[in-house]
């Protein structure tokens, strides 16, 4: 399978995808005895990969690591921040951040905390990321103030946001939160800020946003303490097989 190249380096944990546009343009990296441009692609099987005069192997890429994050409200959901914010990876230990490629696999906004997902398997993204593929996600809300019966059903049943109204979504109000202002959500959509941005278009601000599940996938569960906040779980096979199996018989 063809991939751009500064995407197989990334994901052989050799340098980040910009980095490797940077050893691109300044010439370090050849296919097949030549040297690579901006977009071109490598199938490692049948190619020959150079990064400055150093083969790569398709035996050389690290083992698939996959995590389950609680991240921290503060934290950026990438692997690099151009503003020098504190990035998901950061939490990282050196072994699991240092050349093996690992990255989140979709977002949760910069204020925005919970569950994320982290792995080197560039499929598995590929598969979770696809548009065609509706992972339900589950999240705590906190709102400014009580929500009426009205609002939960316009929101249950989509809203127009940018000329497209929104899938319907599961919402309903936490009974054991007296003050009316907590609510769950489970959507199996995910544009950006999407939460905060119907909130908003409804009459409401969002004053804390924390993701509890994806899929089947927890924080808690039965045979596992809660995850704390900043701290990272591996998942486990039947976690991995279900996020594979869930994707692979919708595309």
Known sequence: MSERVQK????????SRRKAEKMILAGRIQI??????????????????????????????PQFIYLLLNKPPGVVSTCWDPQNRSTVIDLLPQDLKQGTGIHPVGRLDFASSGALILTNDGN????????????????????????????????????????RKTLPAKVKLIESNKSGKTIEIILTEGRNR???????????????????????IC?????????????????????????????????
Do not use: M
């Not at 900043?230 to 279900?242: A, D, M, P, V, W």
């Open 32 to 61: 097949n005895g030549q040297t690579v441009s901006l977009g071109d692609k490598v199938d490692l099987t049948v190619d020959i990969l150079h990064v400055d005069g150093k083969p790569i192997k398709l035996s050389d890429r």
């Open 8 to 15: 197989v380096l990334s994901q052989w944990g050799i340098a």
């Open 219 to 251: 924080l808690n569960s039965f045979s596992l303490d809660q995850l704390p906040l900043g701290k990272y779980r591996h998942l486990q096979s039947t976690e991995i097989n279900f996020l594979k199996n869930s994707f692979n018989t919708k595309l």
């Open 124 to 163: 598995l993204t590929l598969g979770l990321t696809h548009p065609r593929y509706h992972l339900p996600k589950t999240y705590l809300v906190e709102l400014d103030r009580f929500i009426s019966k009205k609002d939960l059903t316009v929101w249950r049943q989509g809203i127009i946001l940018e000329g």
């Open 194 to 216: 999407q939460i905060r941005r119907v909130a908003e278009k409804l009459g409401y601000q969002v004053n804390k946003l924390h993701r509890t599940k994806i899929g089947s």
